[in-house]
Nanobody
């Protein structure tokens, strides 16, 4: 079992920045894939960014503005979000893949005012 706790969400004006952090209850060194998803009201959950042991990937809508990183010593995966837009408003969820099983955090709300 893996427990994930997200933090760092909040209200920010368009053009501003936020940094989300996801703390895992296990050593993430052995976890290959970790990522961030988001879900806006009335929309399906969508992939925002993903990180493996050696690569990163981003949704087209956030590429160049968001950066995902992991700290194996702290067992965290972070999402730095810059140049935020109103359409980035959503609940953001952390995901880890451990042996093919997906674990989700409880989500953190990000609201961008225009």
């Amino acid at each position: 079992q893996v427990h994930l706790v997200e933090s760092g969400g909040g209200l920010v004006q368009a053009g501003g920045s936020l940094r989300l952090s996801c703390a895992a209850s296990v050593n993430i060194f052995s976890l290959n894939t970790m990522g961030w998803y988001r879900q806006a009201p009335g929309e399906q959950r969508e992939l925002v960014a993903i990180i493996t042991s050696g690569t990163t990937g981003y949704a087209d809508s956030v590429r160049g503005r968001f950066t995902i990183s992991r700290d194996n010593a702290k067992n965290t995966v972070d999402l730095q979000m810059n140049s935020l837009k109103a359409e980035d408003t959503a609940v953001y969820y952390c995901l880890v893949d451990r042996g093919g099983v997906h674990y989700w955090g409880q989500g953190t709300q990000v609201t961008v005012s225009s």
